[in-house]
């Protein structure tokens, strides 16, 4: 955020008041105006990222970095996250427009009165598992049982774990690190297996293995999540949006990434091009983008109803959303999707 | 002129026996873990290989802790000249002073986080919230610390409370305000830094010493991390040091904590 001295102590001082909500700047998202030149002025989009640019947020830097956002009338600015993100918040609030989140957490969002539409895949399974030394004779999730596991305490697949298996295990706060992993043998952890096994192998420890959420039967996405009202107003900037996303997720996974990895990079510094064509190849090899099963990639971006049917039976299985709450369509549709038969 | 040499001399030589211990330490470890507390050299060649990182970092780390800080200087001053005009202000409002200091950060953080947004406001409300309570206290502390005799004899002298207050009670409540501003001065940065961690942002690669430090610890940088701590702490010693030569300038003419007989 860019602010200049004087606003900022105003808004240091308001914030203080608890005057901070209505004195806040926030951005209008205008439809697009044709400007008296007759070229179309670009619609302003914020996407919040979860974490700081890593490969994870591909289609979207490439896309950026193409140009491909701007060739179809739009301003993106891709705003980092980092310890505190709070994706959902930022867009509900219609701080972002659209954000990067985590499917069943966002279902539970929802329930509890947040505006949120999922709207896109970025990943077809989130990528968060359990990783494991390779030596750990845990072979299955019911081996968990008793057990301390280092993991984001509101991650909603321990929950499911729990119930599931009637097994119980102890949590420790997540603190984004890796060094216990790497100098604890038995230490378990939940990680992105796309990022964390790279800087684990760095540290000097063997490649680990991992317990993966979705053989457990837990079927979430990573996904895109738009603020409903601006998307109901913005239906063509959101439908461009999705067009240029999804041809830059391709560009990414079969063309060049080298755009795509400059960007982040000059976001953050501490990208180095081997841990970029780390998380990349890994995003390719284990089909997250295209779908662990898929033959093409026609599947990109690509939500299915039913398996949000699934979720939503899994949130009401835990009792944290009474049965019947939500519909699949109060949370998830596919009508901002580029129309199917494209290659 | 011996004492001098003994005060540089006596915490270098801590130094060295702290750093030795160190390396003994390090090699004392299983090799499996010595990475945790890594080769010093390695901690020094961490300054070498993320210098630019760690330098705009540190930048944006000292400007958001010196506007916390500072803001927290004038609302205090403010602050403390209410809080000293009467004892019924005192009683009513004192209470939510320790409230400000006690209510913690990482619940205010998420709240700041969608009311301001994240980033240099952000952080520099959390350095302000951290920095403010010693500093209140203690200038209001100064302010009522004036000796019964010397009011009495402005008062016989029919001075006004403007007179009072600007040539007795501020200059008594001076030691104790920088002696706030010392307290402060160590926690802004170490504030700035949490405050960073919490509810900084990354955004144009501009982030400060809070977000460098979980992005070396994601990706297990550890000597980079010991870097990024010596930096903060370099932050705090170099705030400590402005505060201590602008209190000297101020005090060292009249006020006995600066008269010669002290060692």
Same mark, same amino acid.
């Given at each position: ?15 203080? =008041? ?80 659209? %954000? ?56 909603? &697949? ?22 216990? &992993? ?21 540290? %000097? ?70 841990? =970029?064509? &780390? ?65 | ?33 010595? &990475? ?14 993320? %210098? ?16 916390g800080f500072s803001l927290a200087a004038l609302v205090a001053i403010a602050a403390s000249l209410v809080l000293a005009s009467s004892h019924?202000v005192r009683t009513?409002l004192y209470p939510y002073l320790m409230a400000l200091q006690m ?24 350095t302000f919230l951290i920095s403010f309570f010693p500093l209140v206290v203690n200038t209001t502390q100064g302010l009522l610390s004036v000796e ?17 207050l600007l =040539?007795l009670r501020a200059p008594a409540a001076l030691p104790y305000f920088f002696t706030g501003l010392r307290i402060s001065a160590i926690l802004a940065p170490i504030g ?44 705090g010693?170099?705030l400590v040091?402005v505060v201590s030569a602008l209190a000297w300038l101020v005090l060292h003419?009249w006020h006995d904590s600066y ?5």
């Amino acid at each position: 955020m860019n602010i200049n001295r004087p606003s900022l102590v105003f808004s240091t001082l308001a914030a203080l =008041l608890g005057l901070s909500l209505a004195a806040c700047a926030r951005k209008d998202p205008a439809a697009p105006t044709v400007a008296a030149n007759a070229t179309p002025a670009l619609t302003p989009i914020t996407v919040q990222l979860d974490w700081v640019p890593e490969p994870e947020h591909g289609g979207l830097f490439q896309a950026q970095a193409r140009g491909w956002f701007r060739e179809a009338g739009l301003d993106v600015t891709l705003m980092p996250g980092g310890a505190n993100a709070l994706v959902n918040q930022r867009v509900a609030t219609g701080q972002a427009q659209l %954000g990067q989140g985590e499917s069943v957490t966002t279902l539970l969002d929802v329930h509890k009165g947040l505006p949120l539409l999922q709207i896109a895949a970025v990943f077809q399974n989130d990528p968060s598992v359990f990783l494991l030394h390779a030596d750990n004779p845990i072979r299955d999730f019911k081996d968990l049982a008793g057990r301390k596991i280092m993991a984001r305490p509101g991650w909603i &697949f321990l929950d499911y774990l729990r119930q599931k298996y009637a097994i119980d295990f102890t949590i420790i706060p997540f603190n984004f690190s890796v060094s216990n &992993f790497i100098a604890d043998k038995e230490f378990i952890q939940q990680g992105y297996y796309i990022a964390e096994p790279y800087f684990i192998t760095q540290g %000097g420890a063997p490649a680990p293995k991992y317990l993966y959420a979705w053989d457990a039967g837990y079927d979430s996405y990573a996904v895109l999540i738009a603020n409903p009202d601006w998307a109901k107003q913005n239906p063509a900037a959101l439908r461009a949006f999705l067009d240029a996303y999804i041809r830059g997720w391709r560009d990414y996974l079969e063309g060049d990434p080298t755009p795509a990895h400059s960007a982040m990079k000059q976001a953050n510094p501490n990208n180095t091009d081997a841990f =970029l064509a &780390f998380s990349r190849q890994m995003i390719i090899d284990e089909k997250l983008v295209i779908g662990r099963d898929a033959t093409d990639t026609t599947r990109i971006g690509r939500l299915d109803p039913a398996r949000y049917a699934r979720q939503l039976k899994i949130v009401e299985d835990l009792k944290l959303i009474p049965p019947g709450a939500l519909k699949v369509s109060d949370v998830m549709t596919t009508e901002y999707l580029p129309p199917l038969p494209k290659m | 002129m011996n004492s001098r040499l003994l005060r540089w001399f006596l915490p270098l030589a801590f130094a060295s026996l702290l750093l030795l211990g160190w390396q003994l330490l390090h090699h004392s470890l299983p090799p499996s873990r010595r &990475f945790l507390l890594p080769d010093l050299s390695r901690i020094f060649a961490a300054f070498r290989e993320h %210098g630019p990182t760690l330098l705009s970092a540190a930048r944006y780390t000292a400007w958001t802790a010196l506007a916390g800080f500072s803001l927290a200087a004038l609302v205090a001053i403010a602050a403390s000249l209410v809080l000293a005009s009467s004892h019924l202000v005192r009683t009513t409002l004192y209470p939510y002073l320790m409230a400000l200091q006690m209510v913690p950060i990482i619940i205010i953080a998420p709240i700041l986080i969608l009311w301001v947004g994240p980033g240099a406001p952000s952080v520099i409300i959390v350095t302000f919230l951290i920095s403010f309570f010693p500093l209140v206290v203690n200038t209001t502390q100064g302010l009522l610390s004036v000796e019964r005799g010397q009011v009495d004899l402005f008062r016989m002298g029919r001075a006004s409370r403007w007179q009072e207050l600007l =040539l007795l009670r501020a200059p008594a409540a001076l030691p104790y305000f920088f002696t706030g501003l010392r307290i402060s001065a160590i926690l802004a940065p170490i504030g700035a830094l949490t405050a960073d961690y919490l509810v900084g942002t990354s955004t144009g690669g501009k982030s400060g010493l809070g977000i460098t430090a979980l992005l070396y610890s994601a990706r297990n940088e550890i000597p980079a991390l010991y870097a990024t701590a010596l930096v903060g702490c370099a932050l705090g010693f170099a705030l400590v040091a402005v505060v201590s030569a602008l209190a000297w300038l101020v005090l060292h003419h009249w006020h006995d904590s600066y008269s010669s007989n002290e060692k």
